[in-house]
């Protein structure tokens, strides 16, 4: 969790849940895959990957320079 959490009403009574392995549930996605997608899922917003940190993460190495994306 992240700090201040446990301030806010009613959060003890939301269910915790184990973290389940992104490899297991996306078998087919690579390791850099796996890892972007790890960062853009992060639930603390201040710890998430920005949208610019994304686009230059290794797993869009292989597009061109200049992408219609």
């Known amino acids: 969790m992240w700090p201040g959490v446990s301030t ?4 003890h009574e ?3 849940w184990k973290p389940l392995s992104l ?3 996306i078998p ?3 390791e850099d895959g796996l ?3 790890s960062k853009m899922l992060q639930y603390e917003p201040a710890k998430r990957i920005s949208a610019k940190m994304a686009m230059e ?3 869009f190495a292989d597009l061109p320079e200049k992408s219609s994306l």
């Open 8 to 11: 806010l009403k009613n959060w």
């Open 57 to 59: 993460h290794p797993y």
């Open 28 to 30: 087919n996605l690579d």
């Open 35 to 37: 890892d972007l997608l």
């Open 23 to 25: 490899s297991s549930s």
């Open 14 to 16: 939301y269910p915790q």
